[in-house]
């Protein structure tokens, strides 16, 4: 790896760092500082079409149901597409007030994240997850 890609993968790791800190603190405006305007989350059962939308249902999250929560993460690979483009697959789980550990599979998630390289900064383009199953399933 050149030291662009490492400088790259540095930069893009951080991102979700920032990310991961910000669902900690209940931000959801600082959870989409690093999302593209026209960015999408899918989740199941869910669109969230651009970045608004996404920071307005994390909002609601951190006032109810997400309320104290954050998450675990574990990247699994990240691969350069072109110059400008990145895609990141790792494991995720809500971690609820007062857990240490996601309880078990049935709340982890595969997670694709696609970063875009605009004006020198790595953000977050889409977003995916699917949950994570047993094997055989």
Do not use: C
């Not at 990247?75 to 007062?98: C, K, T």
């Not at 004006?119 to 699917?130: E, F, K, P, T, V």
């Amino acid at each position: 790896m050149s030291n662009s890609r490492a400088e790259d993968e540095a930069a893009i790791q951080a991102v979700l760092v920032d990310s991961y800190q910000a669902w900690a603190a209940g931000d959801a405006d600082g959870m989409v500082a690093n999302y593209t305007a026209d960015a999408t989350a899918i989740m199941t059962g869910s669109l969230r079409d651009g970045r608004d939308v996404i920071r307005k249902n994390m909002a609601l999250g951190f006032e109810g149901p997400l309320k104290g929560s954050s998450t675990y993460n574990k990247q699994l690979s990240i691969r350069f597409v072109g110059r400008d483009g990145a895609i990141v697959i790792s494991e995720s789980g809500i971690l609820f007030a007062g857990e240490t550990e996601v309880p078990d599979d049935l709340r982890k998630v595969n997670a694709t994240w696609v970063f875009e390289k605009r004006d020198g900064q790595w953000l977050i383009a889409a977003y995916h997850n699917s949950p994570v199953l047993a094997p055989g399933q």
